[in-house]
């Protein structure tokens, strides 16, 4: 089956750090970039990182620049995402999305996986 | 960044009515454009892309029109499975996400 899960989630308090994994399977995981999207509570859709196939092209949005990294490990078919210096405003639903080497967007999703930063 | 600003934020529609949602960017992002509709609980589905090109098994009640700087998302005759929150996406520089239209059941 083709999907994505992501794990890692849990609650931290603020200052603290988090790593989330999203786990790929049932498709080529080396030939496509990937995404990281959270959504806070009750809110839209923010885009936070971008990491293409080769781990060469690697973007973030302001809001999590320098506190934030995003990674791949091809091998293991896996993304993570390292979050340091967590805020309040972090707490989130954050989800990984697939993005084939085409013009097509984010074609495939994981459920997420909940982050709650609080003292 | 490219902003991207969606209207309106709510939309009040009878089932087998139609609906016009709008998305707007503060910049060109060419036909780089993206439509998702997000159910609770549920991730986002990508809907449309390319501005126009349905994705693989959306029904064809569901358009896009657009390039440049304005976009439409066009429901023709709304089903109870299409209420729903729907966003525009960018993908022309970085991404970045319209804030959303939920769709509601007049």
């Known amino acids: 089956e083709v999907q994505l899960v992501e794990s890692g989630g849990g609650l931290v308090q603020p200052g603290g750090s988090l790593r989330l994994s999203c786990a790929a399977s049932g498709f080529t995981f080396s030939s496509y970039s990937m995404n990281w999207v959270r959504q806070a509570p009750g809110k839209g859709l923010e885009w936070i990182s971008y990491?293409?196939?080769?781990?060469?092209?690697?973007f973030y949005a302001d809001s999590v620049k320098g506190r934030f990294t995003i990674s791949r490990d091809s091998a293991k078919n896996s993304l993570y995402l390292q979050m340091n210096s967590l805020r309040d405003e972090d707490t989130a639903i954050y989800y990984c999305?697939?993005?084939?080497?085409?013009?097509?967007?984010?074609?495939?999703w994981g459920r997420g996986t909940l982050v709650t930063v609080s003292s | 960044e490219i902003v991207m600003t969606q209207s309106p934020a709510t939309l009040s529609v009878s089932p087998g009515e139609g609906a016009t949602l709008s998305c707007r960017a503060s910049q060109s992002v060419s036909s780089n454009l993206a439509w998702y509709q997000q159910k609770p609980g549920q991730a986002p589905r990508l809907l449309i892309y390319?501005?126009?090109t349905r994705a693989t098994g959306i029904p064809a009640r569901f358009s896009g029109s657009g390039s440049g700087t304005e976009f439409t998302l066009t429901i023709s005759s709304l089903q109870s499975e299409d209420f729903a929150v729907y966003y525009c996406q960018q993908y022309n520089k970085v991404r970045s996400f319209g804030q959303g239209t939920k769709v509601e059941i007049k």
């Open positions: 990491i293409n196939s080769r781990s060469s092209a690697i």
């Open positions: 999305a697939r993005e084939p080497p085409s013009v097509i967007p984010f074609d495939l």
């Open positions: 390319g501005a126009s």
